[in-house]
């Protein structure tokens, strides 16, 4: 007994065959092993698009989390990156290292080389009016900075929450369609088995 997808194949090659026919027993193994062989190929290629598509989802999840920085520093004005920067500096060693460089260096000339005729001299009421307008300056300029920060961070959570959502939606796909294709595997397996018994009985038979 021959099965009917063998026989489709052996009509598909030879259209004026009938399936009441004969068939010499090397021509049947021949298409039971091109049979087998289209077998294999099938889950070859259900692998191939399953990779396929797993690179694609993770090309586009990696895409949706370098683009969001690179979007809200474009939705940002001049003055709100010049107050970042300032903002960043102010936080910074280098902030503190250069302001106890100029701190030393006004005391030193209103107190040692301007002797005769200082232009900030002890209790240095200049350099107090200098720091108390930094320090009013600065303030501000810090807070609309950490306002900024809250808000990228509210982005950067939302769009992590979609990216984590997202793999979330397609890691079950990817099971369902790997379930699936675990389900044909088998399929094709007890396939080729019952080829391989019909092939063992018939020698059986001889």
């Not at 068939?23 to 698009?49: A, F, P, W």
Request: charged share 25%; net charge negative; proline share 2%.
């Amino acid at each position: 007994m021959v099965r009917s997808s063998i026989l489709d194949m052996i009509k598909s090659d030879h259209i004026k065959w009938d399936v009441g026919g004969f068939i010499c027993y090397s021509c049947l193994n021949h298409y039971r092993s091109v049979y087998v062989k289209k077998l294999m190929q099938d889950d070859l290629g259900e692998l191939d698009t399953i990779e396929q598509e797993v690179a694609e989802s993770l090309q586009k999840n990696s895409l949706l989390s370098e683009n969001l920085n690179e979007e809200y520093e474009k939705s940002l004005s001049l003055g709100a990156r010049i107050s970042d920067k300032v903002a960043a500096f102010g936080g910074s060693w280098k902030f503190i290292i250069w302001s106890i460089i100029i701190l030393a260096l006004w005391i030193v000339f209103n107190s040692i080389l301007l002797l005769s005729r200082p232009f900030d001299p002890y209790p240095f009421i200049l350099l107090n009016l200098v720091l108390s307008m930094l320090a009013a300056f600065q303030a501000p300029i810090i807070m609309m900075s950490q306002n900024r920060q809250e808000t990228r961070d509210r982005m950067r959570a939302e769009n992590d929450y979609q990216v984590n959502l997202k793999a979330e939606m397609e890691v079950r796909v990817l099971n369902e369609k790997v379930d699936q294709l675990l389900h044909h595997e088998m399929h094709r397996f007890m396939k080729v088995q019952e080829i391989q018994m019909e092939m063992l009985n018939e020698l059986h038979e001889k």
